[in-house]
């Protein structure tokens, strides 16, 4: 069953992005992702559960946490 995982993603630049489309494009089960810069948003599509894409996001060294609908951040 495919899920949507929103999470905020401490990015400052392309090279951080390229970190992230990196291993969420090794990840089994993403079906589409979108990375906002901007926003240091990423939404991830599939069948993943949303804790093991917080955790292989994590991976990459960037501070990583839920984006919850407050806007509030839960820390990972």
């Known amino acids: 069953m495919s899920q949507t995982t929103v ?3 401490a990015m ?3 090279g951080c992005v390229g970190a992230v ?3 969420l494009g090794k990840l089994e089960g ?3 992702y979108d990375i906002d810069l901007k926003e240091q948003k ?4 599939g069948n993943v559960p949303a ?3 917080l955790r292989t ?3 990459t060294g960037k501070k990583t946490a839920f984006w919850d609908a407050e806007g509030s951040v839960g820390q990972a």
Do not use: G
């Open 7 to 9: 999470l905020k993603v």
């Open 12 to 14: 400052s630049c392309e």
């Open 21 to 23: 489309k990196r291993v």
């Open 30 to 32: 993403v079906e589409t």
């Open 42 to 45: 990423v939404t991830v599509k």
């Open 51 to 53: 804790d093991t894409v």
């Open 57 to 59: 996001v994590s991976k």
